[in-house]
């Protein structure tokens, strides 16, 4: 089999990763390395009013301690928020800053207070325990309804009743207008559940100075060089990008939370300028929980208004959400110009309006989770389009149907102002049932009935998403090839286990007609030699990574086939490329592109891409479940997906996104859940122990396939597949739940659908 694009190969990256050869943050030492510690605050809300380290500076082996007023002295600014918005009535949003160290209030438990450096990790955490401080707690505020509600506990001065920001995208009275003209609304009430992103990798840095040439290097795990060092340099340390290289090396997960700058990665940088040594952090897990960024917490009010037809023609939506007790660099985006603009989903809805007001919380800082609003948006579409059907009587595929954009109406404007480019929602959804054997479902469901039945109460449920993905950006590659017969790829996209090395492999591969086995990918550093990069979010690495290395292989074989045309003394034009050579046709003469590289002392090419519209995945997610009664307890007995991804580059590595994306989704519907006390503000959920991430036991096998209609607005026909699998399985998983206890008039149950929730709901609707 020709190694090309389309082709099932495995990952070339996984040799390393599972021989434990991976080069990851932590596998990199530098001499004379020195350790941090962060000392975190140990309340969620107080006014701090003494930071005394003086015990903990006499102790062996602590080099410095440094707190706000250090930093603030050395003139180190704050975080950049990059998402800033106006409200709905005018004025901009507050931006409270959000300083690497707290000084004179805490607002979140784990909020960084003071930095340790030591000789080694052991006597960093030590001082770093010693440090005392003083604080006079004051009541928290950990829900959205709450820090909103008159007489809250205020987080920020310059945000008055903790509102960070009152959006909106639509016409509230028209939406009432037609909704009043209904002929029937659904009502439904929803909260998507707060969650932790629990990457297999914590967060970590190493911050480096080098007081000769006053240039800094920062090595971290991060989801883009490039970014990370652009945001670092923004504000906080008022110095051009120029002086800042940051490299990361291989990464254990991001899913959004790694695309943000967060406070350590300043403060090694920092550390290293004023000691003159390289300062090493690494997160415990312990730290992941209380400061990494978290994801969701929407609480979500939504009236979907229906003609006599079963036509939609309203959706209104009002949404609470928090900020978290720090505003993160995206932390406004997720329930604004992320979900908001998706909430119609697959369907023609003339009119939709989504109110949101977000609200600053005395916890973890919110910032995207894979699908970042995405899946919000899907997850309330889907529950709702659901509840209509049970309540219109009609099958819920069949609601579906009528009211989805049909293909003819592609390129399609939504209300919310999206325009979707290509789909064939109906054809994708008939074949997802199909495959999950839908129609045979009530004879599975008998399984459990009667006196020879298991007594499992069986359910079935569809989620039908779309999301935008690869938005509007430029994205650059270069593509070098040696005088050796070495083919060096450079992007600026970062794998964080998604597999870029094989795809980007198998892409070049297939454009020059090259050996994979003497292609590299170069990955994650500043230095790199390309003319810009956006890094990996949003599922845009393939959209935009892809097309800016189709424009280098482009470019090299360009400059090749000059030379080539000069080596065999013809015309160009009159060359032929086939195979990884270029060919006289008619006759025998031919040279290899390798040949042509070394005769030419070594060729290169660059791309400068620039994708200028959405790319729009989406797909059926079919669940079948069945929950004991007795229990609660939920099993998943079969799990069936079909995506549109517009093109498929490798089914192997895509087919590995969807099982992570549904694994991350399901693991949210049905376990996960962060959980502070409400009225202390100490995190309840802060180690696995406490905190339900879902096992490989707790998932069935996935049939995954696809139904793919070419994207229009992205010259290799693809749609980004990175976040869709998080975005289908919530509502498909827990649409096959109430489906499952419709028998007890159960319609509405939200996330996390655990053992103990589910089987209260059931206990009480025995009652009732
Ligand atoms: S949640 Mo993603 O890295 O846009």
Known sequence: MKFGVGQPFRRVEDLRFITGTGRFTDDIRYEGEVHAAVVRAPVAHGVLTMVDASTARAMDGVLAIYTAEDLAADGIGALPVIIVLDHVEGGRMPLPAHTLLASGKIRYLGEPVAFVV???????????????????????????????AEGAPLLFDEAPGNLALHWRLGDMDAAEAALKASHRVVDLALVNNRIVVASMEPRNAIGLYDGETEQFTLVTGSQGSHMIRDFMFEGVFGLPPSRLRVITPDVGGGFGMKAVPYPEQGLVLYAARKLGRPVRWQSSRAEAFLSDTQGRDNHSKARLGIDAEGRFIALSIETLASAGGALSAFGVYCPTLSGPPMAPGVYDIPVVVTDVRIAYTNNAPMDAYRGAGRPEAAYLIERIVDKAARELGLPPEALRARNMIAPEAMPHKTATGVAYDSGDFAHVMRSALEKADWAGFPARRDKGLGQSGDGLMR?????????????????????????????????????????HETTYVQMTAEALGIDPAHITVKTGDTDLPIPSAGGTVASRSMVHGGGALRLATGAVLAKASEAAAKLLEVDRRELEFDDGAFRVPGSNRHISLLDVAAKAGGLMGVGDFEQLAGTFPNGAHVCEVAVDPETGAIRIERYTVVDDFGRTLNPLVLSGQIHGGIAQGIGQAMLESVVYDAESGQMLSGSFMDYGLPRADDLPLFEVSTQNTPCTTNPLGIKGAGEAGAIGAPPAFVNAVIDAL????????????????????IERAKVG
């Open 118 to 148: 030591a000789t080694s990790a052991r006597a960093a955490l030590e001082a770093a325990e010693a440090v005392a401080l003083e604080i006079d707690d004051l009541p928290a505020v950990v829900e959205p309804a709450t820090a909103l």
């Open 742 to 761: 419709s028998p007890l008039g159960i319609t509405e149950l939200d996330m996390p659908l655990t053992p103990s929730r589910v089987w209260q709901a």
């Open 459 to 499: 359910g079935i449920g569809l989620g039908y998403y779309i999301e935008r993905t690869g938005v509007p950006g430029k994205e650059g590659a270069m593509v070098e090839i040696g005088t050796d017969g070495r083919v060096t790829v450079h992007v600026g996209t970062q794998s964080t286990g998604q597999g």
